[in-house]
C-alpha cells in the first residue's frame, strides 16, 4: 500500500468516526432529553440504529433506517407521556393524527423535528460518501443475526402483536351461552345487569361536586416524603372520608379513569385497548349504566369540565352519553380550536366556581365534575403560586399550585355558603406516569367530604376505580342503584363478592357486546358537521375522525354505518375509500349511510357533485345527498319504497 493510499484509508476512518459519533450523539442525546435513559427497551433500538449503519449502502438501507428511527421516535414519545414504553394508553390513543398534540411539549416536538432533519442529512452524506464502517460479506450474515436479535429484545415484537397479530385466544370474546353460564356460576343474572333505574331513590338529594385530578397521587400528602406539598388537601383529608388503599387499574391514563370511575367496570372489561377505543370514539357506551345516568334520573343538573380538548380519547362523547347535558372543554373555555390548546388551572376553576354559582341559584340539585391539566407532566404552574421548596421541580411546583387553586376556590365556595348540602370529591384519575416509578406501595387519591363534616375517617380496604360509583351512592344514600358485579363499597361490604378474574371478565364483555345495539331507522333527524367530523342521530353525537374529533378526516376515508332490516346499527367506522365496497360485504346489511368525498366510489361513477351522503341500499341507484361544509347541516334519512319502513 503507498503511502497516498494509506493517508487516504487514515482521512477517511477519521471521517467515519467523526460520522459515528455525530450519530451516537444525537441517539444517546435523545434518550436524555426524553429521560429515557432508565427504559432499557429502548437500548436494542439505540444499538440497531447504530449498528445498521454498518449493512452498506443503498436507498433501501436507508429507508430501513428511516423506519427505525420513526419508531424510536414513537417510543420515546410514549414514555415521555406515559413513563412506560408503548403502554395500554398509546394503544388506545394512537393515530396519526395525534401527533398535534405534541405541541403541549414544545422542546421536544422541535428536538423530534431536527432529529429527523438530521437523519436526512447524515442519510444523503451517507449515500454518497463511503461507508462509516464496512462489514465483510462473509461476516454479514452474523452481523444481521445480531440486528434481528437486538430487535427481539427491544419494544417492536409487543408493538407488533398489540397493533397487528390476531387476538390472543385468553383475550378472546366467549360465546353467549359460555357467558351467561359463567355469569350463572358467579351467581350474576343479566337482568340485574340492565335494571331500569326509574325507581332509584336518595335519602336527601345533596350538590356534587367531583374534583378529577391530574396524576396526583396519596404520596403527595405525605409529610415524611413531601413535607408541605398540598398543605390544603392534607388538612382537608383530617376532617373527611379518605381512601388510603386506592389501587390503580390496569390502564393508567385519563379515559380509563373516567371509564371505571363513572361505570363501575375496569378497563379490562374491554376485550382490547383497540375495542376499547373503537368503543369510546365510534360505538359509544350507552348501553352501561353509569353515576351520571342515575344522577340525570333524579334531576340533577350535569356537567364536565377540563381545559384541554374534549375531541381527543371520545371524551366528549362519554361524558354526553351519560347525562351531562353541558361539557366544556378548550375550545369551549379558549375559543380556539386548536387540538392542543389549553386553559390553565387557575382560569379554569374560576370558571367552575362561577357555573356552580350559576346552577346555586336554582332549587334543582347540580353535579358539577372537572379535572385539571397543570399537573400533567410537564408540569405548569401559575404565576401567582409560591413554588414549593427551591422551585426546581417542575411536577411539585404544579402539584403544590394545584393544592393552592384548590384551597382558593374551596374558600370561596365556603364564604359564598355554597357548601352546607354540598358532596365534595376529590380523586386521581390515575397514578403519575413518569415520576415516583420506583417508589413502592403507590396509591391513588380519594377524598370524600361531606357537608358540615368535622372529623375523617380513614377507610383502609383496597379499593380501585370501578369501586368509586358504588361508594357515591352509599355516601349519597342512593336506593335501588344500578347493580355493578366487580364493584365493592367498603362503607356497606365486609370484602369483594367478585374479582375481577378473567372469566367474568370475559363473560361480562360478551354480554355487554349483545346489548350495544343501536338504531338508525327511516325517517331519522340527523346532522352533519364536517370540520368536526360529528354524526348525530338519536340526539347523541359520533365522531368519525382519525384524530378523536380534532382534524378532518383525510379526504380518502369514508364515514360507513351499516344497517340491518330492523334498523340495528351493525358497524360504523371510518373506512379507507378503497375498503369501503370490501367492508359493505356483510350478508346483514339492508341499508348503509356513507358520508365524505362519496365520487372516489366506482358506483357512484356519473353521480352529481363530490362531498356529501348517501343512504339507502347498495342495490338503489346512486345518488350523492350533496352537504356544504360549513356549521351544521340537518336532514332527515327518508327511504324509498323498496325499503319500507324500520
Given amino acids: 500500500m503507498t503511502q497516498s493510499s494509506l493517508l487516504r484509508h487514515v482521512m477517511q476512518a477519521r471521517v467515519s468516526i467523526i460520522k459515528s459519533l455525530m450519530v451516537l450523539a444525537a441517539l444517546v442525546g435523545l434518550l436524555g432529553i426524553f429521560d429515557g435513559f432508565t427504559a432499557v427497551v429502548l437500548w436494542p433500538l439505540i444499538f440497531v440504529q447504530m449498528a445498521s449503519m454498518g449493512l452498506g449502502r443503498h436507498w433501501l438501507l436507508s429507508l430501513l433506517r428511516t423506519l427505525l428511527l420513526f419508531f424510536l421516535l414513537m417510543a420515546l414519545w410514549s414514555y415521555r407521556v406515559e413513563g412506560v414504553v408503548l403502554g395500554d394508553g398509546f394503544f388506545v390513543h394512537a393515530n396519526f393524527n395525534t401527533v398535534t398534540f405534541m405541541g403541549f411539549y414544545p422542546e421536544h416536538a422541535w428536538v423530534t423535528i431536527a432529529t429527523l432533519v438530521l437523519h436526512v442529512f447524515i442519510e444523503i452524506q451517507f449515500i454518497k460518501g463511503p461507508a462509516l464502517w464496512r462489514i465483510a460479506p462473509k461476516r454479514m450474515w452474523g452481523f444481521t443475526a445480531v440486528l434481528v436479535g437486538a430487535l427481539w429484545l427491544s419494544p417492536m415484537p409487543h408493538f407488533y402483536e398489540k397493533m397487528f397479530a390476531a387476538p390472543e385466544e385468553g383475550r378472546a370474546l366467549l360465546s353467549l351461552e359460555q357467558a351467561r353460564k359463567t355469569l350463572k356460576k358467579n351467581e350474576i343474572s343479566t337482568s340485574q345487569l340492565f ?11 345533596r350538590n356534587v361536586l367531583m374534583f378529577y385530578l391530574e396524576s396526583v397521587e396519596a404520596q403527595y400528602l405525605n409529610e415524611e416524603r413531601f413535607p408541605g406539598l398540598m398543605p390544603f388537601l392534607t388538612e382537608l383529608r383530617e376532617i373527611s372520608l379518605f381512601f388510603s388503599d386506592f389501587r390503580q387499574n390496569r390502564g393508567a391514563f385519563t379515559i380509563s379513569g373516567f371509564f371505571a370511575s363513572q361505570c363501575g367496570y375496569p378497563f379490562e372489561i374491554f376485550s382490547s385497548e383497540q375495542e376499547m377505543n373503537k368503543t369510546l370514539f365510534y360505538r359509544g357506551t350507552q348501553h352501561l349504566t353509569c353515576f351520571g345516568d342515575v344522577l340525570a334520573q333524579m334531576g340533577y343538573r350535569q356537567m364536565f369540565a377540563q381545559g384541554t380538548s374534549l375531541d381527543f380519547a371520545g371524551t366528549r362523547n362519554f361524558f354526553q352519553s351519560h347525562g351531562y347535558k353541558e361539557v366544556m372543554g378548550s375550545e369551549e373555555l379558549t375559543g380556539s380550536a386548536k387540538p392542543y390548546a389549553v386553559l390553565r388551572d387557575k382560569p379554569l376553576y374560576d370558571r367552575v366556581f362561577t357555573e356552580i354559582q350559576k346552577r346555586h341559584q336554582s332549587s334543582a340539585p347540580y353535579h358539577v365534575a372537572s379535572i385539571n391539566f397543570d399537573t400533567h407532566d410537564p408540569g405548569h404552574s401559575d404565576k401567582s403560586c409560591a413554588p414549593y421548596g427551591e422551585g426546581d421541580n417542575a411536577i411539585l ?8 387553586n384548590l384551597r382558593s376556590l374551596f374558600g370561596r365556595l365556603q364564604a359564598e355558603q355554597m357548601l352546607g348540602n354540598t358532596l365534595v370529591v376529590f380523586l386521581s384519575d390515575h397514578l403519575a406516569m413518569t415520576r415516583l416509578k420506583n417508589v413502592e ?3 391513588n387519591l380519594l377524598l370524600i367530604h361531606e357537608p358540615n363534616m368535622t372529623k375523617g375517617r380513614t377507610i383502609p380496604q383496597a379499593i380501585y376505580h370501578h369501586d368509586v360509583p358504588k361508594i357515591l351512592f352509599d355516601v349519597l344514600g342512593v336506593g335501588n342503584a344500578p347493580y355493578y358485579p ?21 363473560a361480562l364483555s360478551r354480554v355487554f357486546e349483545t346489548r350495544r345495539q343501536d338504531r338508525l331507522p327511516c325517517d331519522a333527524a340527523v346532522s352533519f358537521h364536517h370540520k368536526k367530523n360529528r354524526f348525530t342521530y338519536n340526539e347523541r353525537p359520533t ?9 378532518t378526516w383525510p379526504r380518502d376515508r369514508i364515514a360507513v354505518i351499516a344497517v340491518e332490516k330492523s334498523g340495528n346499527i351493525l358497524f360504523k367506522e371510518l373506512v379507507h375509500a378503497s375498503d369501503v365496497m370490501l367492508r359493505l360485504t356483510h350478508p346483514q346489511i339492508h341499508r348503509v349511510l356513507l358520508w365524505g368525498y362519496l365520487d372516489q366510489l366506482d358506483v357512484f361513477d356519473g353521480a352529481e357533485g363530490d362531498y356529501g351522503y348517501f343512504w339507502g341500499q347498495m342495490d338503489e341507484p346512486k345518488r350523492i345527498r350533496q352537504l356544504v361544509q360549513e356549521g351544521v347541516v340537518e336532514e332527515r334519512l327518508t327511504c324509498g319504497p323498496s325499503q319500507g319502513g324500520g
Avoid at 544 to 551: A, D, E, N, R, W
Fill in 397 to 404: 411546583n404544579a402539584v403544590h399550585c394545584l393544592d393552592q
Fill in 441 to 443: 406501595g403507590r396509591r
Fill in 195 to 205: 335494571q331500569d333505574i326509574s325507581n332509584v331513590t336518595m335519602k336527601k338529594q
Fill in 543 to 551: 365522531y368519525f375522525s382519525p384524530g378523536h374529533g380534532v382534524l
Fill in 486 to 506: 366487580l364493584a365493592f363499597s367498603p362503607l356497606s361490604e365486609k370484602e369483594r363478592a367478585h374479582h375481577t378474574k378473567a372469566d367474568l371478565v370475559k
